[in-house]
């Protein structure tokens, strides 16, 4: 292998897929190099480096004749793709002495609607960027404020835009194509959706976000189940509505404690009751971005762990053992 690839060992060819990968990254686009960057607002890290999801998808269309089939296969007019974007922590070296201070947050994104043989390879999951979690928790509203930020990216008010559509050209085509997407929601495990969303965690009393009313208590009052049942007819599905309101609430009672000294016990029920606690630079706070959740798709739908890892999927199997 190291000789079909013109190396003598595997430092050389270390060195050739170095020299490779930073070509591709200065490589320009109509979107700029496929490498950028943005203000952090981190003293650690202020200006930090992302792969552009439009100047990525331009060059890989140029460059890929095959990929460039399958996006001018799903482009249609009026059908906009769907994203999704997915984190997950990793702690490079040995994986039996972890050294928690070295954890990264590895930040990747897809379009759902790839084929799935495609979707299924690590390699169709574009990165985003990494970045290390000790700078993550310094920042205000931590990975939740660094999501938003993400967000804005590829739904920008003002410039390149998936909402808007962008522009690919692919070689062999005459004309250029336009594509356009609306935000899926956030693809995590418990404890990435916990960072995201301020969510308590799935050992609170409100111990999933997607059902309303799934409680972690012995004796569940009207209107709730327990953690054990396994009907889903009883489960009540979260709604975007539900959690802006649950978010407007929590904003209304921290600014009567602010302007009052009065109501912290009432304060703190209500984090308990919604399993939600209050942080103004939190993703769910930012009132800037509630037009990106798309009705059924809002960002707390986790497909991968909510309903098949800690869900009705392990309890199925349970039983069925």
């Not at 769907?82 to 590895?106: A, H, Q, W, Y």
């Not at 990165?127 to 999501?147: D, N, P």
């Not at 009705?295 to 309903?307: E, F, Q, Y």
Request: proline share 5%.
């Amino acid at each position: 292998l190291l000789k079909d690839c013109g190396a003598d060992d595997e430092s050389s060819l270390k060195r050739q897929l170095t020299v490779a990968a930073t070509g591709h990254g200065k490589t320009m686009t109509p979107y700029g190099p496929i490498i950028q960057s943005m203000v952090l607002p981190s003293t650690e890290l202020p200006v930090w480096e992302y792969i552009n999801p439009f100047a990525w998808l331009y060059h890989m269309c140029a460059i890929s004749s095959g990929f460039a089939n399958i996006m001018r296969g799903l482009c249609v007019a009026g059908r906009p793709l769907r994203i999704v974007i997915f984190g997950d922590g990793m702690i490079p070296g040995n994986p039996f002495r972890p050294e928690k201070s070295r954890t990264l947050m590895c930040l990747y994104w897809c379009i759902v609607d790839w084929p799935q043989w495609l979707l299924q390879r690590s390699f169709a999951w574009p990165v985003f960027g990494l970045l290390r979690e000790s700078i993550i928790m310094k920042i205000k509203g931590g990975l939740g404020a660094i999501m938003g930020m993400i967000l804005r990216i590829f739904f920008a008010d003002v410039g390149h835009s998936f909402t808007r559509g962008v522009a690919i050209h692919m070689n062999g085509f005459p004309d250029d194509i336009i594509v356009t997407g609306i935000f899926a929601g956030f693809l995590a495990d418990l404890m990435g959706h916990k960072e995201m969303t301020n969510w308590k965690g799935p050992n609170s009393v409100h111990c999933c976000l997607e059902c309303g009313n799934v409680v972690n208590i012995r004796k569940p009052k009207a209107g709730e189940v327990g953690i054990q049942c396994f009907d889903r007819s009883q489960f009540r599905v979260v709604s975007t509505d539900d959690i802006h309101a649950i978010v407007d609430e929590l904003r209304r009672a921290k600014e009567l404690l602010d302007r009052t000294g009065v109501g912290k016990t009432k304060f703190d029920e209500l984090q308990i009751r919604y399993g939600i606690n209050y942080d103004p630079y939190g993703l769910l706070f930012d009132d800037g971005l509630r037009n990106l959740y798309q009705p059924g798709n809002h960002m707390i739908r986790d497909w991968m762990h909510t309903v098949g890892q800690d869900g009705i999927a392990n309890t199925h199997v349970a039983r069925l053992m």
